[in-house]
């Protein structure tokens, strides 16, 4: 049961230009979405996240955009750099009674920037 | 910079065998996690721990597994009786409250 699905499995993108990342949810009750970056031999790495009451959220070069209606959202990387190449989880998370996270991962996003 | 810290970095084991995964979570955070990602698939949640108890946990585990926080510092998983499809990098997590989960850099598990 996919209910975090990232369909690009890789993505290349010259250094400099804008590297868009997708990702679609199926479970509609998911109050909270996070972007992972995972570097080879490592733990994944939080990078940004965005709550449902919003539809976007920007840190520096990271944009996250939400469209709750689709159920969709990306990640804008601009402009990309050689050293975000790794591989890009979206997760999203039900923040359950105990108030804390289950964070359900999409199958991640290998992102390649040529340089 | 706090971070989450896993030791073995890397488990070679015969089937059958009990395993224990140990983290070190940072130290302020209340909410522990263990994740564990097979070979070429998606990073999947196992069971979360609050309070000194299983908050949650997922289908796959199971009875063979089981996570103790047994002083104030470490957070463990162990496998009872490791099969081959255990095989996968465990990882830790934790979190100060509801919020970003910061994780260890895994501990590769090997079932052979």
């Known amino acids: 049961d996919q209910q975090v699905k990232q369909n690009s499995p890789s993505l290349s993108v010259q250094e400099g230009r804008i590297s868009i990342l997708n990702c679609d949810y199926t479970?509609?009750?998911?109050?909270?979405f996070l972007w992972y970056k995972k570097y080879p031999a490592e733990g994944p790495t939080f990078l940004i996240s965005?709550?449902?009451?919003?539809d976007k959220n920007e840190d520096g070069r990271f944009t996250v955009f939400l469209n709750k209606s689709a159920k969709h959202l990306s990640l804008h990387i601009v402009p990309s750099q050689p050293g975000d190449s790794a591989v890009y989880f979206c997760?999203?998370?039900?923040?359950?009674?105990?108030?804390?996270?289950?964070?359900?991962f999409g199958t991640g996003t290998r992102l390649t920037i040529i340089p | 910079e706090p971070e989450v810290t896993q030791t073995p970095s890397h488990q070679v084991t015969q089937m059958g065998q009990e395993v224990i995964l140990r983290c070190v979570p940072i130290?302020?955070?209340?909410?522990f996690y263990w994740y564990r990602q097979i070979l070429g698939q998606k990073v999947e949640f196992l069971v979360s721990?609050?309070?000194?108890?299983?908050?949650?946990k997922s289908e796959i585990f199971d009875d063979q597994f089981s996570v103790e926080r047994p002083d104030g510092s470490n957070f463990t998983l162990k496998i009872r009786s490791t099969k081959l499809e255990d095989s996968a990098m465990y990882f830790c997590?934790?979190?100060?409250?509801?919020?970003?989960?910061?994780f260890g850099e895994g501990s590769r598990l090997t079932v052979l």
């Open positions: 997590a934790s979190s100060e409250d509801a919020g970003e989960l910061f």
């Open positions: 479970n509609s009750m998911f109050d909270y």
């Open positions: 965005i709550s449902s009451i919003k």
């Open positions: 997760a999203a998370s039900l923040t359950n009674l105990f108030g804390n996270e289950k964070l359900t």
């Open positions: 130290s302020n955070h209340l909410y």
């Open positions: 721990f609050y309070n000194n108890e299983i908050s949650e």
